[in-house]
């Protein structure tokens, strides 16, 4: 049950990463950021008014909360460091946010067995390969290491406050749904102070509403994948759960191979092939 939906949680996140990445070749990254978390915070309105989640409000919420202040902060450090670069170095990097949720299983009581801890060491070396690292040329920028650091610290923190934002399904959605809110809020401020100091907020050609649909799917598929990395964590141990939903990278990596052709390094292909060796260590372990 922890495998599958961890998997579940990487598949999506993959893809809602690639989805983004995309949009964000033409249209501002707040831009995409708040208008996809928008109508994710939608759709989440209506399964929570449907569903009576209201009635699951509770102090537990404000692990939600503090998961929605959190994201678009790591999320919006992690673009400034990709666009400080290269992108070799950076991204690889971003994976160490896998050490946050591990950290916490750990001073839980968690201890995994001896083939979990390989399956741990080999997911994680391939997830690390499979993002492309530059092993030499391009010097790093100070900052760029900063900000990626940052966004790794962010992204794991999100990862253990969403666990402990509710207790049963009814409760998951209302706090995904305050996540989300919160997540507009803080992307939308963010987009307002831009905006003042010149920044565009769409494209020269105007919003491309034409690209709504993919929009939606990206804000969908990263609350679909919050949601199941937090029943992963509740079912099973979160160092197995953790590790195995942060091989998104993987699943990006292989859809740019898939949808726009890019051709994968042979490290990259190393990687994936680790990260699935990983994976059957976990899930055997």
Wanted: net charge positive; proline share 5%.
């Amino acid at each position: 049950m922890t495998a599958l939906f961890a998997l579940l949680t990487s598949f999506l996140w993959g893809l809602a990463d690639f989805g983004g990445g995309l949009l964000t070749r033409r249209t501002p990254a707040l831009t995409v950021v708040v208008v996809s978390q928008s109508i994710a915070a939608a759709v989440l309105g209506v399964i929570v008014a449907a569903t009576g989640g209201w009635s699951e409000a509770g102090p537990r919420l404000w692990f939600a909360f503090a998961a929605g202040l959190v994201g678009p902060v790591a999320l919006l450090s992690f673009y400034k460091a990709l666009a400080l670069g290269p992108m070799g170095v950076v991204s690889p990097l971003a994976t160490l946010s896998v050490a946050v949720p591990v950290g916490v299983g750990l001073v839980l009581g968690e201890r995994p067995g001896l083939l979990q801890v390989a399956g741990i060491a080999v997911a994680v070396t391939g997830v690390v390969l499979a993002g492309g690292p530059q092993l030499r040329g391009a010097a790093v920028q100070r900052r760029a290491i900063l900000l990626t650091l940052v966004a790794a610290l962010g992204f794991g923190a999100v990862f253990a406050l969403i666990t402990e934002a509710s207790t049963d399904v009814a409760g998951l959605f209302l706090a995904l749904f305050v996540q989300r809110l919160t997540n507009v809020a803080v992307g939308g401020a963010a987009l307002a102070v831009s905006v003042r100091r010149g920044g565009a907020a769409v494209p020269d050609g105007g919003f491309p509403w034409s690209s709504l649909p993919a929009l939606a799917f990206v804000g969908l598929a990263d609350v679909a994948a919050n949601g199941t990395y937090a029943i992963a964590a509740r079912s099973g141990p979160v160092t197995v759960a953790a590790v195995l939903a942060s091989l998104y990278p993987v699943v990006t990596a292989l859809a740019a191979r898939g949808f726009l052709s890019e051709r994968l390094r042979a490290i990259q292909t190393a990687g994936a092939g680790l990260a699935l060796l990983g994976t059957l260590l976990l899930a055997t372990g």
